[in-house]
DNA sequence: TCACGTCGTGCCATATTATGGAACGCCATG
DNA sequence: CATGGCGTTCCATAATATGGCACGACGTGA
């Protein structure tokens, strides 16, 4: 289905530049102006999109996206059980604090922030994905997979983002392994440069990944003499969130 | 477009019922099942939707959603503004607070909650849209738009949902200017029966409303003798949360 | 063991539908 | 007053979504 795809790539660019005009949104897609327009007035018609106030030619996401979530985000629950732990892990540290999802055995997915007030502190998009062998959410996340399901992404491959991307599937199958022994998963620029972070997965009550928290640090703030001791902060706190967690229904 | 409209009830109705099967998807949209397989392969192929963990004949929504967001939430800013906010009105009634924000012109949404530990308490599902003219949320917002802006949702109809639901435009404006003065809005089972909710709007840098708090209480625990108070416990919590919202950029 | 019903999937001729170039009206600018 | 850029509309045409049908897999009950 062509045009469905296309669809959403015109919502996606709405989503990412608005508000945005017709014109400028068909010369970043390179599509003619009329059927960008045609898709716009249908996503309208639909309640998806809607006008800017007060300005009938510029685009924007409206609401009624909020009633379409992932499941494990269904009454809030992942959200508001990690609301309170991950402002005192932030607290705690004086460092940004992230909470993510797997999107499947595709990505993880940055859902919620706790900001540092430092002057220098990391930075990622709500809504960001990013993979699971190359962060601290994904790993702490990827070690307790099944292992078909670990195979699964692996064979999807390892790409490099950074000198110390893990690309290898017997050193990553280790890295996991040392995860689940210690708890806490690290991520030492293996991302993005410079920027390390300390993660441990949240469990639902049937003992499955639902999520992951982690403390994302410029490197010029990473102290190997704190590392226990803050892996030990990130596993209790997201050992609290996971005691809040529903099982998951069939 | 009409598949473009058909493609996205079928998310609609995926989100609403996940995880979900092609062939119960097809009967409750009285659909083909080759249609309706032919639009989720393509969602998944744009990322939209996917293939539930171990189960790969149902169908979830993925992540890539929550990078879909309307402006308000850019950032995530009134989420975290409103966080500790309304905790503390929540704590401080021990009834459930409410955040919505306005869909345009169209319809105010439920986007966030906290919820107070009574065995009786209102509930509402995240995402939920309500009409303007018969919530607090609603009136609340509408009672700081421009002159021009009240006039066009009075335009587009006020539709009664209870005995108590002000359907008279002139009534409607009367409480508007009384909402004004006061600071906060009452809803006294306007929309739904027995529910009771007072509430006030979430201004930005610019004064514009951009989003409402509540307490939503069932009517048997409303007390006339508390109003006041509380009405100044909700303005005092959504001016807190106002200083924190940014200008909007143009 | 076999027959049956159910479900997800793949195919393909057909008719519906999306397409995009062109033209129009509007507005701000020089 | 001319110009350029904008959002909007139209319509013949080509592209594409459609949905009935059939296949294979699976689970169930006779």
Redesign the pocket.
Known sequence: ???????LEILEAVAEHQPV????L??RLS?????V??????FHEAGWLR?RRGD???WEVGARILGVRPPELNGGRLYAAAREPMRELRDATNETVHLSIPDGLNSVVLIDRADCQQNVRTFSPLGDAAPFHATANGMAIMAWLSDQEIDDIIARGLPAFTEQTITRPDRLREELAAIRQRGYSLNMSNYRPAICAIGAAIMDADNRPVGSLCISMPQSRYDPARLSQWGQQVVEAARRISLMQPADPI
């Not at 005009?21 to 400028?24: D, F, Y």
């Not at 599509?31 to 059927?35: D, H």
């Open positions: 289905m062509k045009s469905l795809l296309k669809s005009s017709v014109g400028e068909a010369k599509l003619p102006k009329s059927t327009q045609r898709v716009l007035l249908t006008q009938m030619t510029r």
